[in-house]
């Protein structure tokens, strides 16, 4: 794939993050350790990044453009692709003990007709008298039979016969008939109790609590089939005098399971059919006993597309001939390689070593999903990963190492960061001659090799994109600041202007996306600068207010930001950022004069907090830091530090050197107290 649409670029980048999650968590795919349980939550995020794709593939489509006809077949390849995904997760790894009930809401999602809810179910509720329509019965007995008990319910309600005054003993046949209806169709059972939809193995006895609800729900089923029974008799009584009763009687022969009526209701295509059969004739079929019922069901795969052969395979808990149909359909792609990793992981599959390779089948399908991802030149470092999984223990696949190496060579050199990039891949996998080609090639064209202070081209050098991030993350900084009166907001109520439904400004929205997540990032899939994560939460916190009970975690970032020891965020801010939140906690910023730090208990600089933000340890703290960063620049050259001005402080450095000094000797003279053992300086 040369080109890709941007919802899909996102789509690959979004399941790439859910996947290094996994990876992280669960780092050996095959050794069968890894439980459903644990598992599942993953599978789920999949298929969110799933919708979330289609939903802006939806509104894509909805813009009239050259290129509409792409966007529909990508939109129904990612809709197919979440039906069978959803499908997969429930049959083949939550594995629950009935299936019926749980098939029911995928069912509606995916393959349901949405013409009898969403247009004929509307026009009968908002007629007058629905029940002279033709469409009144047929409608009722589908909603019945594919599980809309809920809607079929405010259908039969909605009968003028119901709507009239009881008549004591005069009440006529059709009404009586009608409550028993809506009675029978209130208590229609269903196997909702969490139990039966945890794990289950065939092989495994069933428990006593599963057991004991299977046993319950069997008699409260038989009973309502007796009910149901009579109600059916004295229908088919009066269904030669009344044409209502005679739909009555249809509708209770539906309720009983009879083919004939299911067929009539759903009609024949057949995972329809299965469903209905499902709900209204064997509810309480064990997940591996709907394998035989399929197969009666399904007619020769021969006459299915590959689709259709897929939800065969999947039903017939048979993930072999499901993946096999999911690649004739959708390739060797993200789908199949994601799904055959979640089942390795729970030993759904085998570890099945590949003829005349030293690949097995899930590291092929991997591979092949790299190589995909590496056809399309923006997504080369996604595809790089995924092969970078496979080169590194426990799978050591040099297979994959090598096609890293090609990949990389096939790279158009168009500037130096790439360069850069390629030469820190090649020194990731150990890939020297690959290197020394790049370097061969950007020298020829007269460029400067970007090489570091030692003599390997390998090393490690400054990203132009580091001073530019620092650049964007103090912009950040002042669009909040500029927001409202943070200060006031600190220990107190949000002040005015600063919400959390404030608007973002452009840098903030840059450092979202540059942490490849909304909402607050520190993911463990975060590759970039450790500080980052960290400080974007602290300019969270001061764009929505900081109340009482985030002062805590406040002056806990603010420490991590401004200190050399930074538990929280693993590196140090560069210098430039944490001078600035230094200045801001002394009141030395620009937009605002009036310090956070730790004072007399009779000053007003704490705003509306009742304790102070910072105790004596941790103002000691902030002013140890000043102290040390004023030594470095003053003690070491440019060439020994960075940041060095032998001699020189600027008048901001002096200035929050001496508040700093101002608010520990403040904080010892009044709160002697609060921490005895504090360290003076």
Same mark, same amino acid.
């Given at each position: 794939?040369?080109?890709?649409?941007?919802?899909?670029?996102?789509?690959?980048? &979004?399941?790439?993050?859910?996947?290094?999650?996994?990876?992280?968590?669960?780092?050996?795919?095959?050794?069968?350790?890894?439980?459903?349980?644990?598992?599942?939550?993953?599978?789920?995020? *999949?298929?969110? $990044?799933?919708?979330?794709?289609?939903?802006?593939?939806? &509104?894509?489509?909805?813009?009239?453009? =050259?290129?509409?006809?792409?966007?529909?077949?990508? %939109?129904?390849?990612?809709?197919?692709?979440?039906?069978?995904?959803?499908?997969?997760?429930?049959?083949?790894?939550?594995?629950?003990?009935?299936?019926? =009930?749980?098939?029911?809401?995928?069912? &509606?999602?995916?393959?349901?007709?949405?013409?009898?809810?969403?247009?004929?179910?509307?026009?009968?509720?908002?007629?007058?008298?629905?029940?002279?329509?033709?469409?009144?019965?047929?409608?009722?007995?589908?909603?019945?039979?594919?599980?809309?008990?809920?809607?079929?319910?405010?259908?039969?309600?909605?009968?003028?016969?119901?709507?009239?005054?009881?008549?004591?003993?005069?009440?006529?046949?059709?009404?009586?008939?009608?409550?028993?209806?809506? !009675?029978?169709?209130?208590?229609?059972?269903?196997?909702?109790?969490?139990?039966?939809?945890?794990?289950q193995l065939e092989e495994v006895a069933l428990g006593q609590r599963s057991q004991a609800v299977l #046993?319950?729900?069997?008699?409260?089923?038989?009973?309502?089939?007796?009910?149901?029974?009579? %109600?059916?008799?004295?229908? #088919?009584?009066?269904?030669?005098?009344?044409?209502?009763?005679?739909?009555? *009687? $249809?509708?209770?022969?539906?309720?009983?399971?009879?083919?004939?009526?299911?067929?009539?209701?759903?009609?024949?295509?057949?995972?329809?059919?299965?469903? #209905?059969?499902?709900?209204?004739?064997?509810?309480?079929?064990?997940?591996?006993?709907?394998?035989?019922?399929?197969? +009666?069901?399904?007619?020769?795969?021969?006459?299915? /597309?590959?689709?259709?052969?897929?939800?065969?395979?999947?039903?017939?808990?048979?993930?072999?001939?499901?993946?096999?149909?999911?690649?004739?359909? *959708?390739?060797?792609?993200?789908?199949?390689?994601?799904?055959?990793?979640?089942?390795?992981?729970?030993?759904?599959?085998?570890?099945?070593?590949?003829?005349?390779?030293?690949?097995?089948?899930?590291?092929?399908?991997?591979?092949? *999903?790299?190589?995909?991802?590496?056809?399309?030149?923006?997504?080369?470092?996604?595809?790089?990963?995924?092969?970078?999984?496979?080169?590194?223990?426990?799978?050591?696949?040099?297979?994959?190492?090598e096609w890293i190496g090609q990949l990389l060579r096939g790279q158009p050199l168009l500037h130096s960061?790439?360069?850069?990039?390629?030469?820190?891949?090649?020194?990731?996998?150990?890939?020297?001659?690959?290197?020394? %080609?790049?370097?061969?090639?950007?020298?020829?064209?007269?460029?400067?090799?970007?090489?570091?202070?030692?003599?390997?081209?390998?090393?490690?050098?400054?990203?132009?994109?580091?001073?530019?991030?620092?650049?964007?993350?103090?912009?950040?900084?002042?669009?909040?600041?500029?927001?409202?009166?943070?200060?006031?907001?600190?220990?107190?109520?949000?002040? /005015?202007?600063?919400?959390?439904?404030?608007? $973002?400004?452009?840098?903030?929205? =840059?450092?979202?996306? !540059?942490?490849?997540?909304?909402?607050?990032?520190?993911?463990?899939?975060?590759?970039?600068?450790?500080?980052?994560?960290?400080?974007?939460?602290?300019? =969270?916190?001061?764009?929505?207010?900081?109340?009482?009970?985030?002062?805590?975690?406040?002056?806990?970032?603010?420490?991590?930001?401004?200190?050399?020891?930074?538990?929280?965020?693993? +590196?140090?801010?560069?210098? @430039?950022?944490?001078?600035?939140?230094?200045?801001?906690?002394?009141?030395?910023?620009?937009?605002?004069?009036?310090?956070?730090?730790?004072?007399?208990?009779?000053?007003? @600089?704490?705003?509306?907090? /009742?304790?102070?933000?910072?105790?004596?340890?941790?103002?000691?703290?902030?002013?140890?830091?000043?102290?040390?960063?004023?030594?470095?620049?003053?003690?070491?050259?440019?060439?020994?530090?960075?940041?060095?001005?032998?001699?020189?402080?600027?008048?901001?450095?002096? &200035?929050?050197?001496?508040?700093?000094?101002?608010?520990?000797?403040?904080?010892?003279?009044?709160?002697?107290?609060?921490?005895?053992?504090?360290?003076?300086?």
């Amino acid at each position: 794939m040369s080109s890709i649409l941007p919802a899909s670029r996102k789509l690959a980048c &979004q399941l790439r993050i859910v996947f290094a999650d996994l990876q992280a968590n669960y780092p050996n795919a095959v050794n069968g350790v890894t439980g459903a349980t644990q598992i599942l939550p993953f599978a789920r995020k *999949y298929v969110a $990044e799933m919708y979330i794709a289609a939903t802006e593939l939806r &509104q894509e489509a909805s813009i009239a453009r =050259e290129d509409s006809e792409e966007v529909d077949a990508e %939109l129904q390849r990612t809709l197919w692709a979440s039906c069978i995904w959803e499908l997969s997760v429930l049959v083949l790894i939550q594995r629950p003990v009935v299936l019926g =009930e749980l098939l029911v809401p995928w069912w &509606q999602r995916h393959l349901s007709d949405r013409r009898t809810e969403e247009s004929e179910l509307p026009m009968l509720l908002a007629s007058e008298e629905p029940h002279l329509l033709l469409t009144y019965w047929p409608t009722l007995r589908t909603l019945l039979a594919l599980g809309r008990d809920q809607q079929a319910l405010q259908l039969v309600q909605c009968h003028p016969a119901l709507q009239e005054a009881p008549s004591g003993a005069g009440m006529r046949v059709m009404q009586q008939l009608l409550l028993r209806l809506e !009675t029978l169709i209130e208590q229609f059972p269903r196997l909702s109790d969490p139990d039966l939809f945890q794990p289950q193995l065939e092989e495994v006895a069933l428990g006593q609590r599963s057991q004991a609800v299977l #046993a319950v729900f069997q008699h409260q089923w038989r009973q309502w089939r007796l009910d149901l029974g009579e %109600l059916a008799r004295d229908a #088919a009584s009066a269904a030669q005098s009344d044409r209502s009763a005679a739909e009555i *009687y $249809e509708t209770a022969s539906l309720l009983s399971g009879e083919d004939a009526a299911i067929t009539a209701a759903v009609g024949t295509e057949w995972h329809a059919v299965l469903l #209905a059969k499902l709900l209204l004739q064997q509810p309480t079929r064990l997940r591996w006993q709907v394998a035989d019922l399929v197969r +009666e069901l399904v007619p020769p795969l021969h006459s299915l /597309d590959a689709f259709q052969r897929a939800l065969t395979g999947i039903l017939s808990d048979d993930p072999y001939a499901a993946v096999q149909a999911i690649r004739e359909a *959708y390739g060797d792609g993200w789908l199949v390689a994601h799904l055959w990793d979640l089942l390795c992981r729970v030993s759904r599959v085998q570890v099945d070593q590949m003829q005349d390779s030293d690949l097995d089948f899930r590291q092929y399908l991997l591979l092949q *999903y790299a190589k995909a991802l590496g056809g399309c030149g923006p997504l080369w470092q996604l595809a790089v990963e995924y092969a970078s999984d496979l080169v590194h223990p426990p799978s050591s696949c040099e297979p994959a190492r090598e096609w890293i190496g090609q990949l990389l060579r096939g790279q158009p050199l168009l500037h130096s960061v790439k360069v850069r990039k390629l030469l820190q891949q090649c020194e990731r996998h150990g890939l020297h001659q690959t290197a020394q %080609l790049i370097i061969s090639q950007w020298s020829q064209r007269g460029q400067e090799v970007p090489a570091s202070k030692t003599n390997s081209p390998l090393d490690h050098v400054e990203d132009v994109e580091a001073a530019r991030l620092v650049q964007v993350a103090s912009s950040a900084l002042d669009e909040v600041l500029t927001k409202g009166d943070v200060v006031s907001g600190i220990g107190g109520p949000a002040a /005015d202007g600063v919400s959390a439904s404030g608007c $973002e400004g452009p840098s903030m929205r =840059e450092l979202r996306l !540059t942490l490849r997540g909304a909402g607050l990032a520190g993911a463990s899939y975060f590759s970039g600068p450790k500080w980052l994560p960290g400080y974007f939460e602290l300019l =969270e916190m001061l764009r929505t207010g900081v109340d009482q009970c985030d002062m805590q975690r406040f002056s806990l970032l603010c420490l991590n930001l401004c200190t050399a020891d930074t538990p929280l965020t693993a +590196e140090p801010p560069p210098y @430039a950022l944490s001078h600035r939140v230094l200045q801001l906690l002394a009141g030395l910023s620009s937009f605002s004069t009036r310090p956070i730090l730790l004072s007399p208990p009779a000053s007003a @600089a704490i705003g509306a907090a /009742d304790t102070p933000v910072f105790d004596i340890e941790s103002t000691y703290q902030l002013f140890g830091h000043a102290e040390r960063v004023k030594a470095n620049l003053l003690n070491k050259t440019p060439a020994e530090a960075a940041n060095s001005r032998p001699h020189q402080l600027t008048r901001s450095e002096q &200035q929050l050197s001496l508040v700093l000094t101002q608010h520990l000797s403040d904080a010892i003279l009044f709160a002697p107290q609060v921490n005895a053992s504090c360290r003076h300086p």
